[in-house]
């Protein structure tokens, strides 16, 4: 998942993530209008944040020649305001300062950026933390749980080497659970984490040529509703055999937003269903006098093991 969520991230869900360009964004024609890209995770660091402008229509986009480095960008909290610096090694790059605090849930943070007299503003309101209760391995058809799955509580070690997180391909449904949140959707991100592990997507409707087309290892979901905070993985999000980690993303209405609306993040969230679809003819990215993301989500994450069938 790209830098989201995410987007999310940053979606793979962030969370996470590679970075998206400005012309990623689907923003308007006119050059010169400030990008934002930045993503709030609950009980994590303040994170950096990228600033670049948009570029006239058939001009030759680098990404050094849209990035911002004279920007003043500012996060505030309350009363306390964390001044950012732009990174020396990475144009269009700005970092926090060193002694930025966690971020904290159920939180309003404010975003400003300025430059050359151009101003982006844009805010968002953290959601409450998010907390995995337990997960299960389901039987397909009746839905019985089958065996509980260890957690990361239990240890990274745990989590992948145990035996009940070993899970044949197509063997039953895995099934999280949590309390839900008030919050507007819940985005999920897959990451197969072992890169040189084997395709165990084999279905009779693909021809060879048309596996090509299933190489990424991240896969994000679409938003999606969880009032039972129950969520199933499906096996089609899926691709490869090794170590996979699931991160579960509790959405502000930002990110929710952009990730409903944004034909990038549509087009990468093959592998799941979600909220009924709505067709946008531009993203809808709640900064005032700019373009792109400024949200938070609450996450949390599991881990297993996917064995190729025999």
Same mark, same amino acid.
């Given at each position: 998942?790209? %830098?989201?969520? #995410?987007?999310?991230?940053? $979606? +793979?869900?962030?969370?996470?993530?590679? *970075?998206?360009?400005?012309?990623?964004? /689907?923003?308007?024609?006119?050059?010169?209008?400030?990008?934002?890209?930045?993503?709030?995770?609950?009980?994590?660091?303040?994170?950096?944040?990228?600033?670049?402008?948009?570029?006239?229509?058939?001009v030759y986009y680098t990404?050094?020649?849209?990035?911002?480095?004279?920007?003043?960008?500012?996060?505030?909290?309350?009363?306390?305001?964390?001044?950012?610096?732009?990174?020396?090694?990475?144009?269009?790059?700005?970092?926090?300062?060193?002694?930025?605090?966690?971020?904290?849930?159920?939180?309003?943070?404010?975003?400003?950026?300025?430059?050359?007299?151009?101003?982006?503003?844009?805010?968002?309101?953290?959601?409450? %933390?998010?907390? #995995?209760?337990?997960?299960? $391995? +389901?039987?397909?058809?009746?839905?019985? *749980?089958?065996?509980?799955?260890?957690? /990361?509580?239990?240890?990274?070690?745990?989590?992948?080497?145990?035996?009940?997180?070993?899970?044949?391909?197509?063997?039953?449904?895995?099934?999280?659970?949590?309390n839900p949140l008030d919050?507007?959707?819940?985005?999920?991100?897959?990451?197969?984490?072992?890169?040189?592990?084997?395709?165990?997507?084999?279905?009779?409707?693909?021809?060879?040529?048309d596996y090509d087309d299933?190489?990424?290892?991240?896969?994000?979901?679409?938003?999606?509703?969880?009032?039972?905070?129950?969520?199933?993985?499906?096996?089609?999000?899926?691709?490869?055999?090794?170590?996979?980690?699931?991160?579960?993303?509790?959405?502000?209405?930002?990110?929710?937003?952009?990730?409903?609306?944004?034909?990038?993040?549509?087009?990468?969230?093959?592998?799941?269903?979600?909220?009924?679809?709505?067709?946008?003819?531009?993203?809808?990215?709640?900064?005032?006098?700019?373009?792109?993301?400024?949200?938070?989500?609450?996450?949390?994450?599991?881990?297993?093991?996917?064995?190729?069938?025999?």
């Amino acid at each position: 998942m790209k %830098r989201v969520f #995410l987007i999310a991230s940053c $979606l +793979l869900m962030a969370a996470c993530a590679a *970075e998206r360009e400005p012309g990623d964004l /689907f923003g308007p024609a006119e050059p010169d209008i400030l990008v934002v890209d930045a993503q709030l995770l609950v009980d994590r660091p303040l994170p950096d944040l990228l600033v670049y402008e948009t570029v006239a229509p058939g001009v030759y986009y680098t990404r050094d020649q849209a990035a911002v480095t004279d920007a003043e960008v500012e996060i505030m909290q309350g009363t306390h305001v964390y001044r950012y610096q732009a990174d020396p090694d990475s144009l269009g790059r700005y970092l926090p300062p060193d002694d930025a605090p966690l971020v904290l849930p159920e939180t309003e943070y404010r975003l400003t950026v300025r430059s050359q007299g151009r101003e982006a503003r844009a805010e968002t309101q953290t959601p409450p %933390r998010l907390r #995995l209760l337990d997960w299960a $391995l +389901l039987d397909e058809k009746t839905l019985e *749980e089958k065996r509980q799955l260890r957690m /990361f509580s239990e240890g990274e070690d745990v989590v992948f080497s145990a035996p009940e997180n070993q899970i044949v391909y197509l063997d039953g449904l895995l099934e999280a659970r949590f309390n839900p949140l008030d919050v507007p959707a819940y985005q999920a991100g897959v990451f197969s984490l072992d890169l040189d592990s084997e395709r165990v997507l084999n279905v009779d409707w693909l021809e060879e040529e048309d596996y090509d087309d299933f190489v990424e290892r991240q896969v994000s979901s679409p938003p999606y509703d969880a009032p039972d905070g129950k969520l199933r993985l499906p096996w089609f999000a899926v691709y490869f055999a090794g170590r996979h980690l699931i991160r579960i993303y509790a959405l502000d209405r930002n990110w929710f937003d952009f990730a409903r609306s944004s034909p990038e993040m549509q087009q990468e969230q093959g592998g799941f269903g979600g909220l009924a679809g709505e067709n946008f003819e531009r993203p809808l990215f709640r900064v005032e006098g700019g373009i792109g993301l400024f949200g938070s989500a609450a996450v949390d994450s599991l881990g297993f093991v996917v064995l190729p069938r025999e």
